[in-house]
């Protein structure tokens, strides 16, 4: 594993880790499996740290797809990227487009649609449609083609897969790593389509203590990012606890962008 920031993420993505990155590597400890990310979002630690062997996993079928198309074909999503015009009208044709006739035009959509819509949230509703209104022309320029062959390359040592994080964490043996970034709890404004229609809930983080603590028993070396210290705390006793500031930066209105402290627990020195 080599640590390189140098590639960024080619998405803006709600809970990134962009700037708590210096706090995340320095809790990560050596990986002599796999680097395992059940939800993996635009994967800005995976790029981080260039482990030699990765599963990333999410539960948006759209964000999979898109990684998939890269993996095998930046420079194909690329020539589709750049033919289109960067206005309203463009970006509303492309939204209203069904998804699944063409892995490549599809990814392209997606990082267009992603760069461009408002505020950079991500949001479905009750049918599984993006429905986020065009944004404006701030948000800088799509990816380059050589952003796109870097995210690439970064891919050829991970397998990818679209499903319930579960999975991963099931599989992880005692010299993989697991990092845990799960949607974040607000109460009553949980989960308003962020990530994909239902992505999260209630029970999906009972669901992930029991999970998480099964890993723990197997000698699996886990690192979780979460906004409820109390609740990891109770659940988890034993674990260190640190904390880091962030600026959340991606939110549909600017009363959305505040300091707030999140919280990283592991089960190791």
Not at 117 to 125: A, P, Q
Not at 189 to 196: F, S
């Amino acid at each position: 594993m080599t640590s390189d920031a140098r590639v960024k993420p080619i998405l803006r993505w709600a809970g990134s880790k962009r700037q708590i990155l210096p706090k995340l590597t320095s809790l990560t400890p050596h990986i002599g499996g796999r680097y395992i990310e059940p939800f993996c979002g635009s994967a800005c630690l995976f790029l981080s740290l260039n482990p030699a062997r990765a599963l990333l996993g999410d539960v948006n079928p759209h964000l999979v797809s898109a990684y998939r198309a890269l993996q095998v074909g930046p420079e194909a999503v690329a020539s589709i990227l750049t033919g289109w015009d960067v206005d309203k009208e463009t970006y509303l044709q492309l939204r209203a487009l069904p998804t699944g006739a063409d892995a490549t035009f599809d990814a392209a959509k997606f990082l267009y649609l992603n760069r461009y819509c408002f505020n950079g949230v991500y949001r479905e509703n009750r049918q599984g449609q993006f429905n986020v209104p065009f944004g404006g022309y701030r948000t800088g320029p799509l990816p380059s083609i050589e952003e796109l062959r870097q995210f690439s390359a970064r891919l050829q040592n991970a397998e990818l897969y679209c499903g319930d994080f579960a999975h991963a964490v099931q599989g992880a043996n005692a010299n993989d790593f697991i990092y845990l970034d799960p949607p974040y709890y607000y109460g009553s404004v949980r989960n308003r389509g962020e990530y994909g229609w239902n992505a999260f809930s209630d029970t999906d983080v009972e669901r992930l203590i029991e999970e998480v603590r099964s890993a723990h028993e197997r000698g699996v070396r886990i690192l979780i990012s979460y906004n409820q210290a109390h609740t990891l705390r109770t659940a988890l006793p034993g674990w260190r606890l640190t904390y880091a500031p962030v600026r959340r930066s991606v939110a549909g209105f600017s009363k959305g962008r505040k300091s707030v402290r999140e919280y990283q627990l592991r089960n190791y020195e």
